[in-house]
T-cell receptor
Framework: DSGVTQTPKHLITATGQRVTLRCSPRSGDLSVYWYQQSLDQGLQFLIQYYNGEERAKGNILERFSAQQFPDLHSELNLSSLELGDSALYFCASSESSGYTGELFFGEGSRLTVL | DAKTTQPNSMESNEEEPVHLPCNHS???????IHWYRQLPSQGPEYVIHGLTSNVNNRMASLAIAEDRKSSTLILHRATLRDAAVYYCILRHTGNQFYFGTGTSLTVIP
């Protein structure tokens, strides 16, 4: 158990819909990262938050957005969903933004868009 | 972002050592070398990381070439539970972890 909690574990929805994925980082971790993993691609970095502020953006689509709340949990919002958005979405946390140590990953949220 | 190159797949017999190579010829002096692995249906998990010197922990050893342009993750005795995708990542302080496609390790009983 990494200490990172993601909900829901599985989600099935239709094209055009909007979903929210939630992540609770490890206790004490200030930084949260979101990754997308689809079948034909590896882990793609989406976005990072540190203590409520956006710190870095990766390959995140404009239809996607995220935020980190004062209690440090984070939400990834996916809107106008397309079939290609079907993927595993992982959240990870670390102690700080510039920390060169390890990331702790959750078990992921599997999104299926029909 | 500094790039790493790994073989797509490797096989090992159970209880034998496994050497997983990674080339990172464009590494900079402040890039840390990280290894993560992803077991089937799970999120990635940290294995080991280092900067210049070889590193050992309970899971594995990391051997870093003197010029730092390559590294090798060593699993001393492969078990079936070690079957996973292993990612070699370079991380500069403050930068993000960018995962490549990794090496899929198959452990043969």
């Amino acid at each position: 158990d990494s200490g990172v909690t993601q909900t829901p574990k599985h989600l099935i929805t239709a094209t055009g819909q909007r979903v929210t994925l939630r992540c609770s980082p490890r206790s004490g971790d200030l930084s949260v990262y979101w990754y997308q993993q689809s079948l034909d691609q590896g882990l793609q970095f989406l976005i990072q938050y540190y203590n409520g502020e956006e710190r870095a953006k990766g390959n995140i689509l404009e239809r996607f957005s995220a935020q980190q709340f004062p209690d440090l949990h984070s939400e990834l919002n996916l809107s106008s969903l397309e079939l290609g958005d079907s993927a595993l979405y992982f959240c990870a946390s670390s102690e700080s933004s510039g920390y060169t140590g390890e990331l702790f990953f959750g078990e992921g949220s599997r999104l299926t868009v029909l | 972002d500094a790039k790493t190159t790994q073989p797509n797949s490797m096989e090992s017999n159970e209880e034998e050592p496994v050497h997983l190579p990674c080339n990172h010829s464009t590494i900079s002096g402040t890039d840390y070398i990280h290894w993560y692995r992803q077991l089937p249906s799970q999120g990635p998990e940290y294995v080991i990381h280092g900067l210049t010197s070889n590193v050992n922990n309970r899971m594995a050893s990391l051997a870093i070439a003197e010029d730092r342009k390559s590294s090798t993750l060593i699993l001393h005795r492969a078990t079936l539970r070690d079957a996973a995708v292993y990612y070699c990542i370079l991380r500069h302080t403050g930068n993000q972890f960018y995962f490549g496609t990794g090496t899929s390790l198959t452990v043969i009983p």
